[in-house]
């Protein structure tokens, strides 16, 4: 068995990187799934910092971004998704984030650890998550949604408002019927536009808005 993938880290879980991982309250190792060990104790082969480019299902041969090949018998393509990015005035500025991976939440502590204000972009699970995080870490939170309630694609308004009260009870502001115009700031963000919803300081920014 051999494992290709374009991360520098052996197979783990995301859903901990939102939440436990983000807050230092779990470690790396907690967040692999196995140990280094099972893999060679397995005679598995992972290949990290390796994308695959092509596949030729007639050779049954993958290419890889190295310039290697390698053969296989059975092919499992897993490759999950990816974030949605915002395409916007300002998107480009340093201090604006996505959470996906474990070297996106090292960044994004690292971030938080010299923030005052966090201003995140989608209220779903992941904006959520991260909005808990930044209040039991001292920072002003605001997380600004599109649509007219919290978690509104994925439950019902009674669980939407059970979860508004949560959280707006525990320190962090909730803006719903808030879209995003664009970010300012000089080489990284300072401010979240938001046209006539007016403008939110920030000088660390996650975005979640789905996949």
């Given at each position: 068995?051999?494992?290709i993938?374009?991360?520098?880290?052996?197979?783990?879980?995301?859903p901990?990187?939102?939440?436990?991982?983000?807050?230092?309250e779990?470690?790396?190792e907690?967040?692999?799934?196995?140990?280094?060990?099972?893999?060679?104790?397995?005679?598995?082969?992972?290949?990290?910092?390796?994308?695959a480019?092509?596949?030729?299902?007639?050779?049954?041969?993958?290419?890889?971004?190295?310039?290697?090949?390698?053969?296989?018998?059975k092919?499992?393509?897993?490759?999950?998704?990816?974030?949605?990015?915002l395409?916007i005035?300002?998107?480009?500025?340093?201090?604006?984030?996505?959470?996906?991976?474990?070297?996106?939440?090292?960044?994004?502590?690292?971030d938080?650890?010299?923030?005052?204000?966090?201003v995140?972009?989608?209220?779903?699970?992941?904006?959520?998550?991260v909005a808990?995080?930044?209040?039991?870490?001292?920072?002003?939170?605001?997380?600004?949604?599109?649509?007219?309630?919290?978690?509104?694609?994925v439950?019902?308004?009674?669980?939407s408002?059970?979860?508004?009260k949560?959280?707006?009870g525990?320190?962090?502001?909730?803006?719903?019927?808030?879209?995003?115009?664009?970010?300012?700031?000089n080489?990284r963000?300072?401010?979240?536009?938001?046209?006539?919803?007016g403008?939110?300081?920030?000088?660390l920014?996650?975005?979640?808005?789905?996949?």
């Amino acid at each position: 068995i051999t494992i290709i993938g374009d991360e520098s880290h052996i197979p783990y879980q995301r859903p901990p990187l939102s939440k436990q991982y983000l807050a230092g309250e779990q470690g790396i190792e907690r967040v692999y799934l196995r140990p280094e060990k099972f893999y060679a104790d397995k005679d598995v082969t992972l290949l990290l910092n390796t994308r695959a480019t092509t596949i030729d299902r007639e050779a049954r041969c993958i290419g890889l971004d190295n310039g290697d090949s390698l053969e296989y018998d059975k092919l499992i393509v897993a490759t999950g998704s990816r974030p949605r990015i915002l395409n916007i005035e300002g998107s480009d500025l340093g201090g604006i984030h996505y959470l996906r991976t474990i070297a996106d939440v090292d960044a994004i502590r690292a971030d938080m650890g010299q923030a005052k204000s966090l201003v995140i972009v989608g209220a779903g699970y992941i904006g959520l998550e991260v909005a808990s995080v930044g209040v039991q870490a001292g920072l002003e939170v605001h997380v600004l949604e599109m649509e007219e309630r919290i978690l509104q694609r994925v439950t019902t308004p009674e669980m939407s408002n059970y979860y508004h009260k949560l959280h707006t009870g525990r320190g962090v502001h909730l803006h719903t019927t808030t879209g995003v115009s664009g970010f300012a700031g000089n080489g990284r963000v300072a401010q979240v536009l938001c046209g006539d919803a007016g403008t939110f300081d920030a000088d660390l920014v996650i975005v979640g808005i789905g996949i």
